[in-house]
């Protein structure tokens, strides 16, 4: 008689345990149980450590966490039958080195994730998880996005620089001479007495005194902004406006020009494109897993 009412207090404290630890959601054969999401919920510190990737926020409510755990199914899902299957001997391969990598031991680990609260087999799922995102991502998503050159221009334009995404370079001959040594009415004459320079090798007496400096490979953004707008004006194979700098004037003549990309733009481009495939990324798995998800069975019970 007391077996038998051990046996049935027994039974009666599972059912209750059972009880309390409610279904919390469902897709397909999978079930997650209330517990499971609390366990989550109270780890999302140490999981956004860990991984910002799976888990981008410290703090998120169970229907968000429900959905997170839904999409892994889901991924996990699509991997399988592409073939691609993340096992524990990888993951493991992973933690591994990620020790070396940090010069840790996997005591140091143990004791991290302890002052963290999450177990090890927490973190192991963790890392399994960031794993089948990233072939996921690479193998499903990237293929999807497609960011134009024309698209990081026009970015660029809109929250950089509007109006100087491209500046010219040049290979330019600078003609100088003292502002002194010329009359005032020859100076917009300058470039026509060069032009005859060039074409005859003569000067007049008086401008024997001009001196020829090769600027080289030059852009824009090297130059001060009076004499890039010259520049910006004048053909290829030229000379252009005079300018007095300093009571120096300057008439350059242009061997090449090229209109390019600017280097602030160069130095941003990569950025530019990472925030756009950012943003285009998640806007393509929002929508690739509002498709994919119609293809399970999924049930939301908090």
Excluded: C
Excluded at 5 to 13: N, Q
Excluded at 97 to 125: M, P
Excluded at 229 to 234: A, F, I, N, Q, W
């Amino acid at each position: 008689m007391k077996i038998i009412f051990i046996t049935l207090l027994s039974l009666t404290l599972n059912a209750q345990a059972k009880l309390l630890d409610k279904v919390a959601g469902v897709i397909n054969d999978k079930v997650f149980t209330l517990s499971e999401l609390n366990q989550i919920q109270k780890t999302l510190p140490a999981r956004n450590e860990i991984s910002p990737l799976i888990y981008p926020d410290s703090k998120m409510d169970l229907k968000d966490i429900l959905t997170l755990l839904n999409r892994s199914f889901i991924i996990k899902d699509k991997l399988s039958a592409m073939g691609f299957v993340i096992t524990d001997d990888a993951v493991e391969s992973r933690i591994v080195e990620t020790e070396k990598r940090l010069g840790l031991g996997r005591a140091d680990l143990l004791r991290f994730l302890k002052s963290k609260n999450i177990s090890f087999d927490e973190y192991f799922e963790v890392i399994r998880q960031t794993m089948e995102f990233n072939v996921f991502n690479s193998r499903i998503i990237s293929p999807l996005v497609s960011i134009s050159d024309q698209e990081l221009k026009n970015f660029y334009y809109k929250n950089f620089a509007k109006g100087k995404a491209f500046s010219f370079k040049y290979q330019v001959m600078d003609f100088i001479i003292s502002q002194k040594s010329v009359l005032e009415q020859d100076l917009k004459r300058l470039p026509n007495i060069l032009e005859e320079y060039q074409r005859t090798g003569t000067l007049p007496e008086i401008y024997k005194n001009f001196e020829t400096i090769d600027l080289g490979l030059v852009s824009d953004e090297d130059l001060p902004k009076e004499f890039s707008s010259v520049l910006r004006e004048t053909d290829e194979g030229s000379f252009s406006s005079s300018v007095v700098r300093d009571n120096v004037i300057h008439t350059f003549y242009i061997k090449k020009k090229d209109l390019t990309e600017s280097s602030d733009y160069l130095s941003k481009k990569e950025t530019i494109y990472n925030q756009l495939y950012y943003d285009r990324a998640i806007k393509i798995t929002d929508s690739w897993f509002d498709r994919e998800s119609a293809n399970y069975y999924i049930q939301i019970q908090l």
